[in-house]
């Protein structure tokens, strides 16, 4: 069982996108979630992340001001909304639980290209 991220593409620096991350079949997002990225030879890191209620987020400082992570009510989808892209968001995007105790597999991530 793994999410279902989508919503990456190209987009020339300065664009905007928005990432959509679906829970697997019955296994509703009920924990604080997080978007990770990983970078052509760089290690996956953690951007973004969203307490269950929805009402606490936390970014990363190269991301603060042009991110903003969400969460539908039935806690079946995320979303990471992407502005002003610069050439050094180009990644590949997962989503998952914060907590790692209770991650579950990866997906298979959704890739984003900033040309500039």
């Known amino acids: 069982e793994q999410p279902v991220e989508s919503g990456g593409g190209s987009v020339q620096a300065g664009g905007s996108l928005r990432l959509s991350c679906a829970a697997p079949?019955?296994?509703?997002?009920?924990?604080?979630m997080s978007w990770f990225r990983q970078a052509p030879g760089k290690e996956r890191e953690e951007i973004a992340s969203?307490?269950?209620?929805?009402?606490?987020?936390w970014y990363i400082d190269p991301v603060k001001g042009r991110f903003t992570i969400s969460r539908d009510p039935a806690k079946t989808i995320l979303y990471l909304q992407m502005t002003s892209l610069i050439p050094e968001d180009t990644a590949v995007y997962y989503c998952?639980?914060?907590?790692?105790?209770?991650?579950?597999?990866w997906g298979q991530g959704t890739q984003v290209t900033v040309s500039s």
């Open positions: 969203i307490g269950q209620a929805g009402l606490s987020t």
């Open positions: 998952n639980y914060e907590e790692i105790r209770r991650r579950i597999s």
């Open positions: 079949p019955g296994r509703p997002f009920n924990y604080a």
